[in-house]
């Protein structure tokens, strides 16, 4: 059965444009509510790690050295069926093959700066929710 909690961030490209009201305000008129969020920055190496899925593939260096320029934004949220529903909400990651309406076609600036993360699974949401929180089930 699908699960009910995602996680996201906000990307630097979009964080520095100040978009990070207007991406939350979505967030949450799509019905996800925020059960965990902060503002914070990652160490190229933090970066890495994040992304160590993708260690092989040519993007991978700048991808890091992107993720590390500025503040992130992430959040953990939940809503039935999140992981999927979330991907629909964000768009394709390619801005430019993004269906109106989604976050990636109204803020994101290239395939790279992307504006916003989404967990892929049920799985990886859980992992990449406790890199960056703890002791979120109380919320
Ligand atoms: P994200 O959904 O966070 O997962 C991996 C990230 O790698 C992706 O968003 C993009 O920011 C980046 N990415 C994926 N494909 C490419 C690509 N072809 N060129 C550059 N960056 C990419």
């Given at each position: 059965?699908?699960?009910?909690?995602?996680f996201t961030m906000i990307k630097p490209d979009a964080v520095s444009a100040g978009n990070t009201g207007a991406i939350t305000k979505m967030i949450e008129e799509a019905g996800f509510r925020i059960v965990a969020i902060k503002k914070t920055q990652l160490s190229p190496e933090?970066?890495?790690?994040?992304?160590?899925?993708?260690?092989?593939?040519?993007?991978?260096?700048?991808?890091?050295?992107?993720m590390s320029s500025g503040a992130i934004i992430p959040m953990i949220l939940e809503?039935?069926?999140?992981?999927?529903?979330?991907?629909?909400?964000?768009g394709a990651t390619?801005?430019?093959?993004?269906?109106?309406?989604?976050?990636?076609?109204?803020?994101?600036?290239?395939?790279?700066a992307n504006a916003i993360h989404?967990?892929?699974?049920?799985?990886?949401?859980?992992i990449e929710g406790s890199f960056f929180f703890s002791n979120t089930e109380r919320f």
């Open positions: 059965m699908a699960g009910n909690k995602t933090k970066a890495g790690e994040f992304y160590a899925v993708h260690k092989a593939r040519p993007f991978y260096k700048d991808l890091c050295s992107y809503k039935d069926n999140a992981v999927e529903d979330f991907r629909k909400l964000i390619d801005p430019t093959k993004a269906a109106d309406g989604t976050i990636r076609k109204l803020f994101a600036k290239s395939i790279e989404g967990s892929d699974s049920d799985e990886n949401a859980a």
